[in-house]
């Protein structure tokens, strides 16, 4: 029998699958802490808890028998992931339970956003009668930008194009396959941007998504535009949004989220463009129960050694098994995160192949680690072992393979990612007192220590290339610490990589693209 150890308010339909489980004891006491909560932690094999508990490191060693903590929502910062990782305890939560109720907000916010609706309704019951100051517009055959076409951009699509929106979605991930498959129209981020009538973000928030939308990017959006936000704040600029709606260039906001919540006195809300709601996309009595009934699932499931999908955290490994691919492990992230960062398009295929001492036994825990490398620049939440849940959700094929031919090394790895229109690959090894090194990208033979701030150019093997980028460098006390450059023949295609010690500057940046024999040139931090 498995004690299910209930200890914030989840209602009886949320978590009808555990009360009905014969091999499951569910005990209830809400607003346990202290001494309180340890005593009865101790009995537990698993802990339900929504944000108002805290798991604690010292709670959650005191589970001897714990085996997973659930959390029924999408946020985890009232538990501690490290701890319950070091514990081998595993941490679930429930992405999925939210996406209706929030598709669902965006689009309620949407529809007010185009017709003035609230701020019709507090001139109403301020007893006016002003018909003619709230001429709002239609959203039929108006373009609407989806910036993230996850689980609740798709679900947004859908009900925009019930209303005959013209839906432009701008994702990494994106495929022409799932584009189709939704009717919207796959765009780069530039192209929605300057497209959209109006325009709604969902992506995470993460070091690349925060301020995405700035003051650069409103100047690109067509004038009147109207702006949405029931995602993450700081994924807007803020004082950028405020200026671009005082300058006349936005129309109207809505906004769900901010960069600090409660927000406080916003200068936004001065502003009779802008309507808010406290943070209310997941706040549905549905949404709320769907999350009780997911993690319950999950608890079911890894009680009883069954699968499952959505853990936060890295589940236990046999020590003998964790000992033998500890070496490995900086290779294989430095590895995802290289060709992470050279790939920018939507990737289909992702090919993992092993050779030489790392092709004799279980390597499943490396291409774990190797694929939450390579989508984490683009997707946030993203761990061990959900990693090929969600590389399967967004339609990327993974192919795990060990090879008999270990190109002269004792261990060869290789990751190969496939999009549309092209393919990276990069190859490494660890070598005896050196560690990690790159030995191959994309078919040019290199030797390079993955660390530090990298400058990748692709060029054409022309005499002086290296010196000009050198000077142009140089001019901007821009100092390189290693350079490694690879070419396939004389006169042909080559590449160098530069470690410098700072990030290069964007008008630099521009300057290097613009030199002739240069193809591309993009930052990689490793």
């Known amino acids: ?275 808010c709601t406290p943070h209310l996309g997941a706040s549905t009595i549905e949404a709320q129960e769907n999350v009780a009934v997911d993690v319950s699932e999950e608890v079911l499931h890894i009680l009883r050694g069954e699968p499952f999908k959505n853990a936060v955290n890295l589940p236990s490994i046999p020590a003998e098994l964790q000992q033998k691919l500890a070496p490995y492990h900086e290779l294989v992230e430095k590895l995802g995160h290289f060709v992470g960062q050279m790939t920018t398009e939507a990737i289909k295929e992702i090919t993992i192949t092993y050779a030489g001492e790392l092709a004799e036994g279980d390597v499943v825990p490396l291409t774990r680690m190797m694929l939450k490398a390579v989508l984490s620049h683009h997707l946030a939440d993203i761990n061990f072992v959900n990693a090929p849940h969600l590389a399967k959700q967004r339609g990327i094929h993974v192919l795990e393979q060990k090879s008999g031919h270990s190109h002269g090394f004792t261990q060869w790895l290789n990751i190969e990612v496939k999009t549309d229109k092209n393919q990276h690959q990069v190859s490494g090894t660890l070598l005896n007192g050196f560690g990690p090194r790159i030995i191959k990208i994309d078919q040019f033979p290199v030797d390079v220590a993955p660390k530090g701030h990298l400058l990748f150019i692709q060029h054409r093997d022309q005499p002086g290339a290296i010196g000009r980028v050198g000077t142009l460098l140089g001019s901007r006390d821009i100092n390189i610490a290693t350079m490694q450059v690879g070419r396939k023949q004389a006169g042909g295609q080559a590449i160098m990589i530069l470690r410098i010690d700072k990030a290069i500057p964007h008008d630099l940046m521009n300057t290097l693209k613009q030199m002739d024999e240069i193809q591309s040139v993009m930052e990689i931090d490793l």
């Open 1 to 275: 029998m498995y004690k299910v150890l209930i200890t914030d308010p989840l209602s009886d339909q949320g978590i009808d699958k555990l009360l009905r489980a014969e091999d499951v004891e569910v005990v209830r006491k809400i607003g346990l802490t202290g001494e309180a909560l340890l005593s009865e932690i101790a009995t537990a094999d698993a802990l339900l808890v929504r944000s108002q508990t805290k798991v604690t490191e010292e709670v959650i060693n005191q589970g001897s028998r714990l085996k997973v903590i659930a959390r029924a929502g999408v946020g985890v910062d009232n538990i501690d992931i490290p701890a319950a990782t070091r514990k081998g305890v595993i941490v679930v939560n429930a992405p999925d339970g939210n996406t209706i109720s929030t598709a669902e907000h965006t689009f309620a916010m949407l529809i007010s956003l185009a017709r003035n609706i609230p701020q019709a309704h507090r001139t109403v019951i301020n007893g006016e009668w002003n018909r003619k100051a709230f001429v709002g517009v239609e959203l039929n055959q108006k373009t609407l930008s989806i910036i993230g076409f996850g689980r609740i951009g798709s679900e947004l699509a859908k009900r925009a194009k019930a209303f005959r929106m013209n839906v432009i979605a701008f994702d990494p991930y994106l495929t022409e396959e799932r584009a189709q498959k939704f009717g919207v129209q796959k765009a780069s981020f530039n192209e929605a941007i300057a497209a959209g009538d109006f325009i709604t973000v969902h992506t995470p928030l993460t070091k690349e998504t925060r301020h995405m939308i700035n003051h650069e990017v409103f100047d690109k959006m067509k004038d009147g535009v109207r702006i949405l936000n029931c995602a993450r704040g700081g994924i807007i600029d803020e004082t950028a949004l405020y200026d671009a709606i005082v300058s006349g260039k936005v129309a109207g906001a809505a906004l769900d989220v901010f960069e600090v919540e409660p927000p406080g006195n916003h200068p936004l809300f001065t502003l009779p463009q802008v309507i």
